[in-house]
Antibody, heavy 119, light 108 residues
């Protein structure tokens, strides 16, 4: 059974930084496509970023609103996915989920971690 | 960017058929997923590649696409189906993933 546990959310001021983590079990994240998806009450679900598996080149993709500010990465030794978020804006306030991505669907989801950007 | 539009709410009586539509430019030509999210829980995929069901998803859930529209159909709707439903499209030319705004299904 796949388990994804996000952590690292919290309150941060506009312009600040935060790093989210997603500890995985039951899946080798190096061999999986992994994503971050966020959810706000007003805008529903929004895809944030993806990293491909090692065998597919580990390339990354980002949604337009976060490109240049967020960075997705992973630590194989810890089987953990990360999302480095810089230059945070109030509109980045959301619950952030990590997900696996197989066969063109988001299969497994964590419970989410809340990020609040506010002065 | 790519826009996917869903109605904010749909109501259905128990045992009846609920249909939730999703629209977007040439949506029928893209791989489409549907997710169910119950209150306080993370989303769960119920339809992928337009009309496939992951293992464990009841047969009463089905998906279809045509032209600019994707439809989630729930036959014999149960009270436990009350949830928010999101459609999602994959864009592969310039990779992106786009969700609709979600539809709240109320089983009256």
């Amino acid at each position: 059974e796949v388990q994804l546990v996000e952590a690292g959310g919290g309150l941060v001021k506009p312009g600040g930084s935060l790093r989210l983590s997603c500890a995985a079990s039951g899946v080798s994240i190096v061999n999986a496509y992994m994503n971050w998806v966020r959810q706000t009450p007003g805008k529903g679900l929004e895809w944030v970023a993806r990293i491909k598996s090692r065998s597919d080149g580990e390339t990354t993709d980002y949604a337009a609103p976060v490109k240049g500010r967020f960075s997705i990465s992973r630590d194989e030794s810890r089987n953990t996915l990360f999302l480095q978020m810089n230059s945070l804006k109030t509109e980045d306030t959301a619950v952030y989920y990590c997900t696996t991505d197989r066969d063109w669907k988001f299969d497994d989801w964590g419970q989410g971690t809340l990020v609040t950007v506010s002065s | 960017s790519y826009e996917v539009t869903q109605p904010p709410s749909v109501s259905v009586s128990p045992g009846q058929t609920a249909s939730i539509t999703c629209s977007g430019d040439r949506l029928g030509y893209k791989d489409v997923c549907w997710y169910q999210q119950k209150a306080g829980q993370s989303p769960v995929v119920i339809i992928y590649k337009k009309n496939r069901r992951p293992s464990g998803i009841p047969e009463r859930f089905s998906g279809s696409t045509s032209g600019n529209t994707a439809t989630l159909t729930i036959t014999g709707t149960q009270a436990t189906d009350e949830a928010d439903y999101y459609c999602q499209a994959w864009e592969t030319v310039v990779f992106g993933v786009f969700f609709g705004g979600g539809t709240k299904l109320t089983v009256l």
